[in-house]
């Protein structure tokens, strides 16, 4: 195995592993035993894993094989990744580490035992006070994102992870952008084309629908739409 280290934008030191063995089940990345598929969806696949140099437990993420060679998609990772790096706030979800292998990009990210909102919804409505304490928590995350200039875009239930101690983590960062006047990616490079919209239809805010200029307002927006189902 080589290695090349390198530093994100943010100034945190990362590195890229090469390797030639596909992520599966069982399967070892770098220090990482994959032990399990945690969930999957149309952004990327979540694995569990054991560090074996910290001796803990991490989520993987990784880009699906349709999009592991679309430097657009690969683009996001990488913001996703300098997203989460320049963030330290014990509600929203750390970011371990960037791994690259023969041309896929994977994310270790922290490991939030529990459920989402999404999940905690179906068993039924809460009470004033539970919907109090994880609304709460969820308007810090964003405050502390908002303050570095950073929109999430994409606020709903299924994105909103509920710790086993009751704690709010705050997750998935991929299509986050700078608060500007004009629209942009927090990377360079034209990730989102002119007029695209991105996000959840049923938690965006009116202006994001119309792809017009999102700025913190909308997140805001969607923590409403958001807390009112519970």
């Known amino acids: 195995m080589s290695a090349r280290t390198f530093f994100l934008k943010s ?29 999957s969806g149309g952004m990327g696949d979540v694995y569990r894993a054991r560090d074996g140099k910290l001796k803990r437990e991490v989520a993987i993420k ?19 990744a300098e997203v989460l790096a320049s ?8 970011i371990y580490d960037l791994l690259e292998a023969e041309g896929s990009t994977y994310l270790v990210l922290e490991l939030v035992e529990g459920e989402t909102l999404a999940d905690r919804l179906k068993r039924g409505p809460m009470t004033v006070e539970e919907a109090l304490h ?15 200039g950073i929109v999430h875009r994409d ?7 509920i710790s086993d101690r009751g704690t709010v983590k705050l997750l998935d960062f991929g299509i986050a952008k700078r608060d500007t006047p004009v629209d942009t990616e927090i ?11 991105v996000g959840t239809a049923a938690y965006m805010s009116p202006e994001q629908v119309r792809s017009e200029h999102v700025s913190s307002s909308s997140d805001q927006f969607s923590l409403a739409s958001s807390c009112s189902k519970c």
Do not use: C
């Not at 349709?66 to 690969?74: L, N, T």
């Open 11 to 39: 100034g945190i030191l990362v590195r890229f592993f090469a390797w030639s063995m596909a992520i599966r089940v069982g399967s070892t990345l770098g220090s990482y035993q994959i032990t399990a598929q945690i969930g």
């Open 62 to 80: 990784s880009l699906p094989d349709s999009f592991a060679r679309d430097p657009k998609r690969i683009g996001r990772f990488q913001q996703e």
């Open 87 to 94: 963030l330290n706030h014990p509600n929203i979800a750390a």
């Open 134 to 148: 994880l609304s709460g928590q969820i308007a810090a995350a964003l405050e502390a994102a908002h303050e570095l």
């Open 155 to 161: 606020l709903k239930p299924a994105n909103i992870k």
């Open 187 to 197: 990377t360079a490079g034209g990730l989102t084309g002119a007029g695209e919209i």
